[in-house]
């Protein structure tokens, strides 16, 4: 046993036990605050309209998540606008993507239709008779708001 076992530690052992404590707990904090400063995120988002489309959107990828939250709140602004009764399934910051987002990221071209702009990919789904008049016209909308370009990208399997 130790000299101490069974008796109170001394105030110079406990203040040395508190400096311990504090200086592990900062030093974890900071290496906390590093790590998540080099993750990326993408600002992912769903909506949906309600004669049946679906848009699946990754945009390019942020270094903060509260710029990769500003971007996806930059997307949805018009929305209220542009389609009041459309329904917004999720819009989130994403480190890692998969299913579709991956997919719109990682596939050239992809097995959908996409509308491809600066910073901005789109997935688009719904009414198979639709599909390319839909595409077309919201890469042209993108164009007549301001961006430089905007194209709709389709399938390559040709349907």
């Given at each position: 046993?130790?000299?101490?076992?069974g008796?109170?530690?001394?105030?110079a052992a406990s203040r040395v036990s508190l400096v311990l404590i504090v200086a592990?707990?900062?030093a974890g904090s900071v290496a906390a605050v590093v790590t998540v400063r080099r993750l990326w995120y993408?600002?992912?988002l769903r909506v949906e309209t309600p004669n049946g489309f679906a848009f699946t959107v990754v945009?390019?990828?942020r270094r903060e998540r509260s710029g990769c939250g500003d971007a996806n709140d930059?997307?949805?602004?018009?929305?209220d606008t542009v389609c009041k009764d459309c329904k917004v399934v999720y819009a989130r910051c994403l480190r890692k993507l998969d299913g579709v987002e991956l997919t719109l990221v990682d596939e050239d071209p992809?097995?959908?239709?996409?509308?491809?702009?600066?910073?901005v990919r789109m997935a688009v789904t719904g009414p198979l008779e639709r599909l390319k008049t839909v595409c077309d016209s919201i890469a042209l909308g993108l164009v007549k708001s301001g961006l430089p370009q905007a194209a709709c990208v389709y399938?390559?399997?040709?349907k």
């Open positions: 046993m130790t000299p101490t076992a008796r109170p530690a001394s105030r592990l707990l900062a993408y600002p992912t945009q390019d990828r930059r997307f949805l602004a018009p929305l992809p097995p959908l239709y996409l509308v491809a702009a600066p910073g399938p390559r399997n040709g």
